[in-house]
């Protein structure tokens, strides 16, 4: 007999979800977050991971944000991430999706704890050209998981990208990530099946550099 899998309708983020980053003190910001956005992270996990796995050819994991060393300062972003370890996912290559007060992102990320960095770099420098000409111009380059902002491929230039992927090799404290922003009042984040839909074709579009980091 066949076993039939169904999942629960995800319903999207909706801007009260956004409006966590701005209440005062971390307590009540974290009651916010615990209580109105984790379970949707939570729910993106077990959606996502399944889908993940067969992509990239191996078990991966999702990963939800706690914020347990947090002491005095509110968070002001939280994520899922998604690893091919079950134990955690900050040493490794993985994607994430996850709300700024500003956007939602959807990214691959390699970031400060990554053991694989300088390999990546240097994977990822001898394929410069394709991945200029793979990675579409509207997704963003940053080179820092803690700040909302970044720089679009298509305006960021040879060089630029380069000399991020250089620093990648050679600055300890060093990160590279690449992914779409979604603006909070894109409607596209109300209709929770789109919004999976479109983080599986991201997450497709980036598995190139997903696959030179596990090299």
Not at 131 to 144: F, L
Not at 192 to 206: D, M, Q
Request: glycine share 6%; proline share 6%; hydrophobic share 45%.
């Amino acid at each position: 007999m066949t076993q039939i899998v169904t999942h629960s309708i995800f319903e999207g983020f909706a801007p009260s979800d956004f409006d966590v980053f701005t209440i005062p003190g971390l307590e009540p910001r974290m009651d916010a977050l615990i209580s109105s956005v984790r379970p949707k992270l939570n729910q993106l996990g077990e959606r996502l991971a399944p889908a993940l796995s067969v992509l990239c050819g191996e078990e991966m994991f999702a990963h939800v944000a706690k914020h347990a060393r947090r002491t005095v300062n509110p968070p002001d972003d939280t994520w899922v991430a998604f690893a091919p370890n079950k134990r955690g996912y900050k040493a490794h290559p993985h994607f994430q999706i996850g709300l700024f007060s500003t956007h939602l992102f959807i990214q691959f990320a390699i970031i400060y704890e990554s053991t694989s960095k300088s390999a990546f770099a240097d994977e990822a420098l001898g394929h410069l050209e394709s991945i200029i000409a793979q990675i579409p111009a509207g997704y963003v380059w940053s080179g820092d998981h803690t700040v909302p902002g970044g720089t679009a491929h298509g305006s960021l230039g040879r060089d630029a990208l380069a000399a991020l992927l250089s620093r990648l090799r050679s600055v300890k404290a060093s990160e590279i990530l690449c992914g779409i922003h979604i603006d909070r009042s894109n409607p596209l984040l109300l209709d929770g099946e789109a919004l999976i839909a479109r983080a599986e074709e991201t997450f497709e579009t980036l598995l190139p550099l997903y696959r030179m980091a596990r090299k």
